[in-house]
């Protein structure tokens, strides 16, 4: 296959009420990549899901959600009716959409914790509705629809699940197994994955009836799935490790990058990671973002995690296989594949 030449990032413009300029860093070269580090005029990055090249979503800590329709040149601030964390995005088709979050902790003698929500929208993304509470006080840290009626969210210990488009949703809890449930992905209507912090993966068979525990490498914390053609991907704190049979069994690619936020493979072959590189060192210092990719299956890994712009890399949205968009705390960064 080709190999990648190049990353490069168009300017980014930001629309609240009025359209406004944003910061946008000269564009330069890092280890192969052409990059360019833009910064709205809203902060607090928390996910990010693009429709396509034109239409795309970011939502932020404080209950934001930004839209736009020209390829992130503008975003309009879209009323989701809550400001607590929006910490996934997902859209089944250009206008039905889910946006999930909360927050499982407050301070205070007495405090009550506001727990989480499913927003949902039909209009694509003009309006949102909360279509669901949690019974127990948990955030909601990941969604994934299989088709327009199958979805699934995870929140702490328990797997939400609706069978008709998020009218109504079951909850099936989950023994605690320490730490967080991070990421939820379906290969197919039947197979499921679930990863967690503290080292465990969550496989399913049966569509979510039942799930087994997986347990790799101890307790390094896994943070986000990606699968292609029956290869299933999954990162975390330590080295990316891979399973060809559905999970049953995983090795750990040797030659892969360590403190890995987000994954996504384009092809068996082809794939991209994004997270947290290489400390600035110092009392004070701070870790810089890092960016790889693998166009053997995850053999080997080209890339840099000395990326001085911006700190860890959280969240990517490839729209197509040869664009890209991803977020770190308060940029957002375009990305195109040659």
Known sequence: MKKIAAFSILCLFVLSCNKSPVEV???T???GFDTAFITP???G???VYFLDERDGFVSTYNGGLYKTTDSAKSWTALNSTTTLPILDI???DSQVGFAVGGLNFCGGTGCIPPGGFILKTTDGGKSWKNIFTPTDKVEITSVYFVNASLGFCVGDNV?????NGGQTWSEQKINDLGGKMMQIKFTISRNGFIVWLFGKILVTADGGATWQIKSPNGNIGYYAISEKDGSVFVCG???I???TNGGDSWIELSNSPVDIFAIHFTSRQTGFAFGRGNYSGGDWGYSFGSIYYTDDGGESWNGTGDIKEVGLIQDVSFPTSKLAYAISGNKIIRLTVK
């Open 25 to 27: 860093n000269s564009p």
């Open 29 to 31: 070269s890092i280890s």
């Open 41 to 43: 005029n809203f902060g």
């Open 45 to 47: 990055l928390q996910s």
């Open 90 to 92: 997902y859209f089944t």
């Open 159 to 163: 797997v939400f699940k609706t069978t």
């Open 237 to 239: 704190q330590g080295k």
């Open 241 to 243: 490790i891979k399973s």
